[in-house]
Structure formats: C-alpha cells, structure tokens
C-alpha cells in the first residue's frame, strides 16, 4: 500500500494511492499520516477500509504531494554507508555505521523547491532510502526483531552543503540540516509491498545528467542491521525517519565537483518507491 499527503503546505490531507493510480482520501480513518497513526495499526485500518470501498475517491489535478509522513520526531543519518561512496570521497570503509542526526524541519515534499543557503558554494545532491518506523523501538535483539518495527520505505533527498558540513565544523550537522534540505516521498511504500530492502536502484541525474545509479545490495550496513543498531543507542519511535546513506555519484567525489546552483534541476528515484523532481531556488 502506498500511502501519501496531498495538499497546500500544512493544511495536507491523508490519502492511499491505489494499484491503478487513483487517489482516495484517508480521512475519515485519521487526521494525518504520523507516528500516532502508525502506532495505532493505523496502516492495517487503512487497508481495511480500502477493502471495504468505503473511502471517497480525490481529485489529483492540482493538488500538490507533501512529505508523506507529518513531521518526524527526528531524522537519523547514516554516512559512508556504500563502499562506493566511501571511496570517492576519500574515507575508509567505517567499521561501524556512522551516525548524525538531520533537522526534523529540514523535511518538505518530493517536488517542493529547494533552497540554496545564503553563502553556499558547495550544495550537494544524495538520493537515499529512507525507512519510516512504525513502532517503538528499543535494544533490538538482531534483523527479524527490527523488521517487526519498519513501516515502510520512502525516498529520501539528503541534500548537503558540504562546506559547512565538513569545513566548518568536527560534525556534520550544520550541512545537512538548512531549510528544505530533505525532500521526502512521494509515498511512504508500506514494507510488504517492498519486500527486500536490499534490492532495490537507486537513480539520480542533474539537468538530465545521470549521477548516481546505485543499488542497496552494495550497503556496508544494510536496513535491519542499522535498525537494530540505532535501538541500542537511542529509542526509536513511531514516524521516526532513518536516511540509510547514498551511493557513489555526489558532487563531491565528481571532476570538477559540480556542486548545485539556483535554477538547477534534479530527479531522483528508486525502485518501487516512485520519483522525485525538485527546481533549486535561492534562500
């Protein structure tokens, strides 16, 4: 099941995309898609009434596709997470995950703008997977224990500015956390329908240039093994968003390093999860 919200910003709407495309307003079954809604089986009430045909169909024309969960309680990070990756920026392969949070508020649509930060040179582009977590979650005892608490995967676009995150400071969190730096969605893909988060591409291209095209086979850490791992540091809760990291291709580690100006275009995707596209505007 594919779940979304559709809507001016902060006043969106909870919706199912359905197999055939069509909109269908989740209203009547919740307020919101967030960690309350997910803590109360609220995906499996959703399908329910899905089953049931008992949910008014919406009028996608027009309507604009927010982030499709409300905004998370936090956002954990996971760097140098593919080997390829690690390589082109010049860092060994870290023996464990490495960890940083992202600014909750940072969060916007999959087609939103996105906004280059006063005084930067150095914005950078990075598709990921995200996992959302559908229940709380805390010194997790290995993989099967981590999968039971995954609602679902969605697109994540860690945008970075690189000069404030790696010369400005010992840690990361001044470049990862400006305004509109992690466009999310457009569906939060309920983890049935995913299957394997260990198969799926990861596309990225900038001005209809290719830049990245990964796979999450190539993870140092793959999706259960970082779950369980952050629940023995920090709890987990429901809506809770984890960037599992992004294949080689960033600005970064490229000839010339073509970091993003205002005006620039990139798409995004990966497999089963859909697509992104966001124009970058000026702060």
Same mark, same amino acid.
């Given at each position: 099941?594919?779940l979304?919200?559709?809507g001016?910003?902060?006043?969106?709407?909870?919706?199912v995309?359905t197999?055939?495309?069509?909109?269908?307003d989740?209203?009547?079954?919740?307020?919101d898609?967030? *960690?309350?809604?997910?803590?109360?089986?609220?995906?499996?009430? #959703?399908?329910? +009434? =899905?089953a &049931? /045909?008992?949910?008014?169909?919406?009028?996608?024309?027009?309507?604009?596709?927010?982030p499709?969960?409300?905004?998370?309680?936090?956002?954990?990070?996971?760097?140098?997470?593919?080997?390829?990756h690690?390589?082109?920026?010049?860092?060994?392969?870290?023996?464990?995950?490495?960890?940083?949070?992202k600014?909750?508020?940072?969060?916007?649509?999959?087609?939103?703008?996105?906004?280059?930060?006063?005084g930067s040179?150095?914005?950078?582009?990075e598709?990921?997977?995200?996992?959302?977590? *559908?229940r709380?979650?805390?010194?997790?005892?290995?993989?099967? #224990?981590?999968? +039971? =608490?995954? &609602? /679902?995967?969605?697109?994540?676009?860690?945008?970075?500015?690189?000069?404030?995150?790696?010369?400005?400071?010992?840690?990361?969190?001044?470049?990862?956390?400006?305004?509109t730096?992690?466009?999310?969605?457009?569906?939060?893909?309920?983890?049935?329908?995913?299957?394997?988060?260990?198969?799926?591409?990861?596309?990225?291209?900038?001005?209809?240039?290719k830049r990245?095209?990964?796979?999450?086979?190539?993870?140092?850490?793959?999706?259960?093994?970082?779950?369980?791992?952050?629940?023995?540091?920090?709890?987990?809760?429901?809506?809770?968003?984890?960037?599992?990291?992004?294949?080689?291709?960033?600005?970064?580690?490229?000839p010339?390093?073509?970091?993003?100006?205002?005006?620039?275009?990139?798409?995004?995707?990966?497999?089963?999860?859909?697509?992104?596209?966001?124009?970058f505007g000026?702060?």
């Amino acid at each position: 099941m594919k779940l979304l919200r559709v809507g001016a910003t902060g006043e969106e709407r909870p919706a199912v995309r359905t197999d055939e495309g069509r909109l269908l307003d989740l209203s009547s079954v919740t307020s919101d898609i967030d *960690g309350a809604f997910l803590a109360s089986d609220g995906i499996d009430r #959703a399908r329910a +009434a =899905v089953a &049931a /045909g008992s949910l008014p169909a919406l009028d996608a024309d027009g309507l604009r596709t927010g982030p499709p969960v409300a905004r998370p309680g936090k956002i954990v990070c996971v760097g140098l997470n593919y080997r390829d990756h690690a390589a082109e920026t010049g860092a060994a392969i870290p023996e464990r995950p490495v960890v940083f949070m992202k600014d909750p508020g940072t969060v916007v649509g999959p087609y939103d703008r996105v906004l280059v930060p006063r005084g930067s040179v150095k914005t950078d582009w990075e598709v990921e997977l995200a996992v959302v977590i *559908g229940r709380r979650a805390r010194y997790l005892d290995g993989p099967e #224990a981590a999968r +039971a =608490v995954i &609602a /679902g995967y969605a697109i994540s676009h860690d945008v970075s500015e690189r000069e404030f995150q790696l010369e400005y400071s010992s840690q990361w969190d001044l470049g990862k956390s400006c305004e509109t730096f992690n466009p999310l969605g457009p569906w939060l893909v309920t983890a049935d329908e995913v299957g394997d988060p260990q198969n799926l591409g990861l596309h990225l291209s900038v001005n209809g240039v290719k830049r990245q095209n990964g796979h999450t086979r190539d993870m140092i850490f793959p999706v259960e093994h970082i779950v369980a791992y952050l629940s023995q540091y920090m709890v987990l809760e429901p809506g809770d968003v984890i960037n599992t990291g992004t294949p080689a291709g960033v600005a970064l580690g490229l000839p010339g390093t073509p970091y993003l100006r205002p005006g620039d275009t990139v798409e995004l995707s990966v497999d089963r999860l859909g697509s992104q596209r966001q124009t970058f505007g000026q702060a």
